[in-house]
């Protein structure tokens, strides 16, 4: 009876999984004829997507990660695909074939991954504690505070150090584009511990801490996630950090649509706080981004897209223009994507998985691997609109083969780690989960498996996980005793 209960569930997995699929092997085909109605399909399919794999197959669970890359993938192609900025053109149909592609692997890798995953946390929570000679691993809950108050107060003392290097702080800076030359050594470190607010949520959720405790671990919250990156005027830091705030509070709190709804909002409100504190103007951001002038013409056959004939004069024609801040805004979303399809429209040269390896370059100091990389190709709409999705560097090093096989390891580690702490509900693994939600949460906006970031807050992680949990016995006494000959 179990059997067929998963093999119920599974034929559930694949039904919706092909459904994404073939929304966008369709988008291939309908896009040339009518971009907006692909688009559209997509857009409303991506959500209902979202709530059938949350809804009926997790548990509502909607942190999911198959169910959050289905609606986040499937929902900036269909805004690319609405073409709402001048350097947008119509895409290769390579380019959907091989996004349709890296969805599949994705949806096989997490049902792959989950599975494996359950059977190793399975072996592990029958162990309550591993001990090896005089080490025992055990979670230490008394030590959790100390940990908190540390690594804030490293990071807050390695953001005064950089701003006492720099001179100012970029959100005060009037200067556009000045953020982007804050960075020193120093900067990495406190970048770092910007992602210690989950575990400081957790303390204040599971711990008898005394008032002022609850009170420090406040202020660290608030540092980490909220203060920290709105001085350094870094959006990318906000989000990674809140990501991981977000998952530990939708899963300690009974895993409510609201609260995860709630934590969104503020999201979004401290993304346009970040946004604006860049100092761009209208005009810039018109500039830069060149939104499209969309013209509704009911009295035509094509009622909607770009005036043709614009000397022929249509009294009901109706014409509009996304703001320059809605302009950014969109273009945050879907340039990744339009990247890829240079890239897919214009790449010549292989670089032979040698990107997957930049991460790592931080200890292997190889000069080689940077010259490659660095004098890669990178095919972009325009030189300054620099972001790509997340395969893009797959298919810069391997084309198609790369993008099947770097996606479906990915996702099968993702679907490992969301399994390990579905099943075993450790602090430590549900920390890995947050951070994890950055590479599937902003799969549209860069080749996360390749930046040293996503690694360097697992290595964090691990870090903190061997500290609260890691302690040396006293060597035992014998009992016997000199005897005599």
Not at 137 to 163: M, Q
Not at 264 to 279: D, I, L, P
Not at 366 to 376: A, F, L, V
Not at 432 to 459: A, I, K, Q, Y
Request: aromatic share 14%; net charge positive; with cysteine.
């Amino acid at each position: 009876m179990k059997k067929s209960k998963l093999l119920c569930y599974d034929r559930k997995d694949i039904l919706y999984a092909l459904l994404g699929l073939i929304l966008l092997i369709a988008g291939a085909f309908i896009s040339p004829i009518n971009h907006y109605i692909s688009a559209f399909v997509l857009l409303i399919g991506s959500v209902v997507l979202y709530f059938l794999f949350a809804v009926t197959l997790d548990s509502k669970n909607y942190l999911s990660l198959k169910a959050v890359f289905t609606l986040v993938w499937l929902f900036t192609i269909g805004l690319a695909d609405l073409k709402l900025v001048d350097y947008q053109e119509q895409w290769q149909r390579n380019t959907w074939f091989l996004l349709a592609l890296a969805y599949a692997m994705f949806q096989i890798g997490i049902l792959l991954g989950s599975r494996l995953g359950g059977k190793i946390a399975d072996r592990l929570t029958k162990k309550r504690g591993l001990q090896r000679g005089r080490l025992k691993l055990e979670l230490r809950p008394e030590r959790l505070f100390g940990i908190c108050v540390v690594v804030s107060a490293v990071g807050l003392i390695c953001f005064v150090a950089n701003v006492c290097i720099r001179g100012w702080i970029p959100y005060f800076v009037k200067e556009t584009g000045m953020y982007a030359q804050f960075y020193t050594k120093f900067y990495l470190f406190a970048v770092a511990a910007s992602m210690i607010s989950g575990l400081c949520y957790y303390c204040l959720k599971t711990q008898p801490l005394a008032k002022w405790k609850k009170f420090v671990l406040i202020l660290c919250i608030f540092y980490s996630t909220f203060i920290f990156p709105i001085l350094v005027v870094s959006r990318g830091t906000f989000i990674c950090s809140a990501l991981s705030l977000t998952a530990v509070i939708f899963y300690l709190n009974k895993r409510k649509f609201w609260v995860l709804l709630t934590c969104v909002v503020v999201m979004f409100g401290v993304y346009e706080v970040g946004s604006a504190a860049r100092n761009y103007t209208s005009d810039e951001l018109n500039a830069l981004f060149q939104p499209s002038e969309i013209v509704i013409s009911p009295g035509t056959d094509n009622p909607l897209g770009p005036d043709d004939n614009p000397n022929i004069e249509n009294p009901g024609k109706l014409t509009f223009q996304l703001p320059g801040k809605v302009a950014f805004l969109y273009s945050y979303l879907t340039i990744g994507h339009d990247n890829f399809n240079e890239a897919v429209q214009n790449a010549t040269e292989y670089t032979y998985g040698v990107r997957q390896l930049k991460p790592f370059n931080v200890l292997l100091r190889s000069s080689k691997i940077d010259n490659i990389i660095d004098n890669g190709e990178r095919c972009l709409v325009r030189p300054y609109l620099t972001t790509i999705n997340l395969i893009g560097n797959s298919y810069y090093d391997l084309r198609w083969f790369g993008v099947g096989f770097f996606m479906l390891v990915w996702a099968i580690g993702f679907g490992m780690i969301e399994s390990c702490y579905l099943k075993g509900k450790g602090i430590f693994s549900l920390l890995v989960l947050g951070n994890t939600l950055t590479p599937v949460v902003l799969c549209f906006f860069e080749s996360w498996m390749s930046e040293f970031s996503v690694w360097m807050h697992w290595g964090l992680i691990l870090i903190l996980c061997l500290i609260a949990c890691v302690t040396l016995l006293p060597k035992k006494k014998s009992n016997t005793k000199n005897k005599s000959v």
